[in-house]
């Protein structure tokens, strides 16, 4: 019998190194702080840490330049899809990252996040849609649920005065600069672990030089939403992806940086597809092949 | 007397061809230092070009009357230069992309007038609370509102007082001639690096749309350090840029900080102008195209036998008050000439403390007042400006020119002049000469083109002392 | 509470000397929301009711080291990543 020399346990999880050690300030439950541990690994496993310089918002995730050890560029309200374009333009070999929420995003930002995506900047937009603005009060959104209750659509919102909620993703997923669309939420592990690999795929869209890429994280807002954490989730699984479904939504990557000006028909010189493949909602089981062969069918 | 023709590189069209990398660029410096070439250059092209050359890596803009020029140039000869053009989607989208590649640390110019500039303000109030520099110039139309395409000088207010939310200010710059735009824009730089700013440089419809002789002369300010930049968090600690302090213990200090700064830029960086200010008895204060209009105006005055004068503030903010109030000891009113309906005599009568009448000739919604108006105001100044007032200061007043006039230096020298660098400006006595002289020929004033090596009276605006 | 060791793995390895737990828990960071207890599919997560942490939270603790699988079901839900978790430690090779 051979002598067995005690091994250590193998770790098959550790708190990402990017990461600082503060506490954050998000209420117990939040998917920001999911999204921002995903952020975490997802930079850290591709080494891409000391090369980030990322956007901040303004909402609840303003302080995440205390939680994230990266380069930070705070941004006005809305602003930071250009802020991150006067970066990504004038620093070549930095990964810029943009950190928003739907308040952020698809109020206030709507001309800033459409004509990034438009210019195809080769930037990396993390976009958390909790349906609600949290760091204020719990006001309603752009993309508040018909019928949801918020601070200020106290009988629920409706369509006739306050319209629908907005499907930014979807639209943006039209624009030939957008290489990677797609959106995942927080609701469950097993959605967790597949809007990390979009937050990757996303990542590699820059590194590659194929575009703008977006992932759309459904997340929950327990206190906004006046529930505990864990019934916040059966709603953000449940109800809210009715309205705004899971999925790989474009997925134009691999088609690298087109070279010189577009063709005189206008498309991108690589772009077989302009409408890509978000003409349907039907969303791809979340893998990136899926969406491919969709595409390509 | 002859010319040669002016031989403008400067394509007129907007559609010429941009040379490719590698190629001689579209716009040529050729000429020599001693006889730097002159053209023909309209004003938002030449400070688009003086820009460049003093080393902007980025500029972001919107199209908007009167301005167009200046992103058009930039959209031109930016690329050929390996640098960043963006035409952004809005003025929003423009000083957004500022912040963020002044972040970066690059030298970043944006431009816009004055519906623009109003959307700009969220930005500059971050930028000035984020300490970040860039260079913001307005090209100042009628407002308010959409307002008109002509030019104004009713943006004062907004420049000089914040123009943004929160306690802060920004230098601002006021060119009177294209010559002088393009070497306040290297100031400007250098202002904004040096105290870690957001700059502007108020100019107005006039000096862009116009066209003037401008030497082809360029400074490029030095690049400070810049340890906050963010470059990516490789092997140091990670860099935060922002404006948010939320303990209020902490945004006191913050802004503690920064009114430090403000005052330390008061101290040194007031720039002006005056002519004929040794014996003058009325003062007419005017900046920018004001002040070219004032300054014919004070020729035609002195000449019907009022000892007129003429004080130009270059810098609007650090305002040049302790000049002015100096001024108000010897004279015996002030005119205060603005294309607005009166933003900066505001700022002259808080300067002067009531010790001087002072009177207010103005014209807006984008009319430009002329000399004779200007002339005729004086002349209202002189008979009515309250004659025992006058009678008490006519018992005070001392013989001839008053002793201490030594004191009132006409300019600060800019605090990083090369020696032996002459300012480009051409404002001088003889600015209105006729537009034909454009080249450079041996005249009694010396070889080097009008106006050069002659020190009037209260010498020329940015000769070296 | 005593700790069960792991059941020997193929091959008749001897089970190891020094207890050891799947998960680490930075009781200090946990701000109770429950989320790894509803997502741990053996249930062997719950918030402890007699321990107030730093924060003012009941943080969650391991109630059967026994029963967990590694999973990391818990890791992968957490907002505020307070678990380390670790899979049964294999022998060195030979």
């Given amino acids: ?297 | 007397m002859t010319t040669a023709p002016v031989d403008t590189t400067a394509p007129a069209s907007p559609t010429s061809p941009v040379a490719a990398p590698g190629e001689a660029p579209s716009f040529s410096l050729a000429g020599t230092p001693e006889f730097p070439r002159r053209v023909l250059m309209k004003g938002n092209e030449a400070i688009a070009e003086a820009a460049i050359q003093a080393g902007c890596d980025a500029y972001f803009g919107y199209p908007i009357t009167p301005q167009a020029e200046l992103l058009e140039w930039m959209a031109r000869r930016m690329p050929e230069e390996g640098r960043t053009f963006i035409q952004a989607e809005s003025e929003l989208g423009a000083i957004n992309m500022a912040l963020g590649a002044a972040a970066a640390g690059a030298r970043v110019l944006v431009s816009s007038s004055s519906p623009g500039i109003s959307l700009m303000a969220e930005a500059m109030s971050y930028m000035a609370g984020s300490e970040v520099p860039m260079v913001l110039i307005n090209v100042m139309r009628g407002g308010p509102g959409l307002g008109s395409i002509q030019p104004s000088q009713s943006d004062y207010f907004q420049a000089v007082k914040g123009h943004g939310h929160g306690d802060y200010r920004v230098p601002v710059l006021a060119p009177s001639s294209i010559g002088e735009a393009m070497e306040l824009v290297a100031t400007a730089f250098e202002l904004a690096e040096r105290y870690r700013t957001p700059a502007m440089i108020l100019a107005d419809g006039i000096l862009g749309q116009a066209m003037e002789p401008v030497e082809l002369r360029f400074r490029t300010p030095e690049r400070v350090e810049a340890p906050w930049a963010l470059t990516g968090a490789d092997g140091r600690p990670p860099r935060v840029i922002r404006s948010l302090h939320l303990q209020p213990e902490d945004l006191e200090e913050h802004n503690l900080h920064l009114q430090e700064k403000y005052h330390a830029i008061s101290e040194r960086e007031v720039r002006w102008a005056g002519e004929r200010l040794d014996d003058a008895e009325l003062v007419v204060v005017a900046y920018g195209i004001a002040a070219r209009v004032a300054r014919t105006a004070v020729a035609r005055a002195r000449a019907s036998g009022i000892r007129a004068g003429l004080f130009r503030p270059i810098s609007l903010w650090p305002f040049p008050s302790e000049q002015l109030a100096e001024l108000a000891g010897r004279v015996r009113g002030m005119l205060v000439v603005e294309l607005s309906a009166g933003q900066m005599v505001e700022d002259v009568r808080l300067a002067v403390e009531g010790r001087v009448p002072v009177a207010f000739d103005g014209r807006t919604g984008g009319m430009v007042p002329s000399p004779d108006e200007v002339v005729e105001a004086l002349r209202e100044l002189d008979a009515t400006g309250l004659s025992a007032r006058r009678s008490r200061r006519a018992r005070r007043r001392q013989p001839g020119p008053v002793s201490g006039a030594e004191h009132l230096h006409p300019h600060r020298p800019l605090p990083e002049a090369e020696s032996g660098h002459e300012a480009l400006s051409i404002f001088g006595d003889d600015a209105w000469m006729p537009l034909w002289y454009t080249v450079p020929v041996p005249t009694r004033h010396g070889h080097d083109g009008p106006g050069r090596g002659r020190r009037g009276p209260a010498g020329r605006a940015g000769g070296k002392r | 509470m005593t700790l069960s060791l792991p059941a020997p793995s193929r091959g008749g390895h001897a089970p190891f000397p020094v207890p050891w737990s799947p998960l680490a828990i930075e009781t200090d960071r946990c701000k109770g929301c429950e989320l790894c207890v509803t997502a741990c599919p053996k249930a062997c997560l719950a918030l402890d009711p007699g321990t107030v942490n730093r924060l003012g939270y009941h943080p969650v603790q391991l109630t059967d080291a026994a029963a967990c699988t590694s999973c990391a079901f818990c890791a992968r839900v957490c907002p505020d990543a307070v678990f380390t978790v670790y899979a049964a430690p294999k022998e060195a090779a030979r």
């Fill in chain 1, 1 to 297: 019998m051979s002598a067995l020399a005690p091994a250590a346990p193998r770790v098959i999880y550790r708190r990402p190194e990017l990461l600082t050690d503060v506490s954050t300030r998000y209420c117990p439950g939040c998917g920001h702080g999911v999204v921002h541990r995903l952020v975490a690994e997802v930079l850290g496993e591709l080494g891409l840490g000391p090369r980030t310089i990322a956007v901040a918002p303004v909402g609840c995730s303003v302080f995440a330049y205390e939680y994230l050890a990266l380069d930070w560029c705070e941004a006005p309200h809305g602003r930071a899809p250009a802020v991150a374009t006067g970066i990504r333009r004038v620093r070549p070999d930095a990964f810029v990252l943009t950190y928003q929420g739907d308040g952020d995003l698809a109020a206030i930002g709507t001309g800033e996040i459409i004509h990034a995506a438009a210019r195809g900047e080769l930037i990396t937009a993390i976009f958390v849609n909790n349906g609600i603005y949290g760091m204020t009060g719990g006001q309603m959104a752009p993309t508040t649920l018909l019928g949801q209750r918020t601070t200020s659509s106290p009988t629920g919102r409706d369509a006739r005065d306050a319209g629908y909620p907005v499907p930014m993703t979807e639209m943006l997923a039209v624009l030939p600069g957008v290489a990677f669309a797609g959106r995942g939420s927080t609701a469950d592990p097993s959605s967790i672990g597949k809007t990390k690999s979009m937050i990757r795929k996303a990542c590699e869209a820059q590194l590659h030089g194929d575009g703008f890429a977006i992932v759309e994280v459904l997340s929950n807002c327990p206190v906004g939403w006046g529930m505990t954490a864990p019934e916040s989730i059966v709603h953000l699984r449940d109800v809210v992806t009715r309205t705004y479904p899971l999925g790989v939504l474009v997925d134009r990557t691999g088609r690298g940086r087109a070279q010189g000006p577009e063709a005189p028909d206008g498309t991108a010189p690589a772009d077989a597809d302009p409408a890509g493949a978000s003409s349907s909602a039907t969303p791809a089981a979340g893998s990136g092949d899926a969406a491919h062969a969709a595409k390509e069918a």
